[in-house]
């Protein structure tokens, strides 16, 4: 996750290695600045990093199984993580320490993340196994200082920084070498089954500076915001057409009284949208399925297109919703192979990914 100064290195070493499955994901392009201190030149200029460093991994190992998207972590299928020996974040915002502190624990995964702190030339690598609910999850280390600055980028590259004013980091680009090679040698131990040497809940911080290394266990907090739960992953085979919510509820539930549906909460890796109005004349539509947004969900009695939009989007289907659609087929609910839905009761989760 993030395919940069940090986990560009990481990507392209890891094929080199033989690691033969890597997966990557990265949203941006890279600015008229980033070849200072990214694995790119000049020319790539605007180009996306999904794409140019999967074909950079692709070319340094053409027996590895290399994949990229241009796509936040957030949105990468749950199919996709369900598969990971181990998740990589090279990110340089804390959204995504969040997210993998949720994900993660809910997988039961072994992350491993690599980071630098440019203003004394700090190399960072992080290790947490979540296989151990108990144990120390990404979220666990951030402050209130952190929480209050949740939407500031720190990384290693000036085109992608400057956000509400703050100052980007200066790091030079052998410090974001260095640490996407720490970060490699790290998941490789993982890979090996080294588990009386990989980080476990530490981090290792090596100065280029001074040449030395620190290394430091990181606690377990015990009010850290992200929930260290682990899910339930079901993966359904059945045709879309012949399954519904209701099929998916275990037995115990009241599975045919929609007045037993108000314990259930239900969501998807899709947002769901329980309405949306005409672009055109403005008359508002139930429309009451998963839909991404800017998707044309229907067409206006005027001939207008009707789109998904932020009105009407919901994270959780709401009661009056769900009662409705209980056993509507998933696919007429704009759900496909490969998307997943959970269904989570009494703070238990199960989700169902849709092979």
């Given at each position: 996750m993030g395919l940069g100064a940090v986990g560009g290195v990481t990507f392209t070493q890891l094929a080199k290695l033989g690691v033969g499955?890597?997966?990557g994901f990265d949203p941006d392009r890279y600015g008229d600045e980033s070849w200072v201190t990214q694995p790119a030149l000049p020319e790539q200029t605007?180009?996306?990093k999904a794409h140019v460093q999967g074909r950079l991994a692709a070319q340094a190992n053409p027996w590895a199984e290399v994949t990229t998207a241009p796509a936040f972590a957030q949105d990468v299928p749950l199919g996709v993580l369900t598969q990971a020996d181990v998740i990589v974040l090279a990110g340089d915002n804390l959204e995504l320490l969040v997210w993998a502190g949720e994900f993660a624990a809910g997988l039961g995964k072994v992350v491993v993340q690599g980071a630098v702190f440019g203003a004394n030339q700090h190399a960072i690598v992080r290790g947490f196994n979540l296989s151990d609910h108990n144990a120390a999850c990404p979220t666990c280390q951030l402050s209130e200082d952190d929480w209050s600055r949740m939407t500031s980028r720190l990384g290693c590259d000036p085109a992608t920084l400057r956000l509400q004013g703050i100052t980007p980091t200066q790091t030079l680009p052998h410090v974001c070498a260095t640490a996407g090679q720490m970060?490699?040698?790290e998941v490789v131990k993982w890979l090996l089954g080294q588990h009386d040497m990989v980080l476990s809940g530490s981090e290792v911080q090596?100065?280029?500076l001074a040449h030395r290394a620190l290394r430091t266990v990181l606690p377990r907090k015990a009010a850290c915001r992200a929930p260290h739960r682990r899910w339930h992953v079901v993966e359904v085979q059945q045709e879309l057409t012949h399954v519904n919510l209701a099929d998916l509820a275990p037995r115990t539930c009241v599975a045919h009284d929609c007045d037993g549906l108000s314990s259930w909460q239900v969501h998807a890796e899709l947002p769901w949208l329980t309405r949306a109005a005409c672009w055109s004349c403005g008359q508002v539509y139930p429309i009451r399925r998963f839909s991404r947004l800017g998707?044309?969900?229907a067409t206006c009695a005027c001939g207008g297109a009707v789109?998904?939009?932020l009105d009407g989007?919901?994270?959780?289907i709401p009661n009056d919703d769900l009662?409705?659609?209980w056993k509507t087929p998933l696919k007429k609910l704009g759900l496909r192979k490969g998307d997943s839905v959970a269904l989570s009761s009494n703070e238990d989760r199960t989700w169902f990914v849709l092979s």
């Open positions: 499955r890597l997966f605007g180009q996306l970060t490699a040698a090596y100065n280029l998707r044309k969900v789109w998904s939009d989007r919901r994270s959780i009662a409705a659609v």
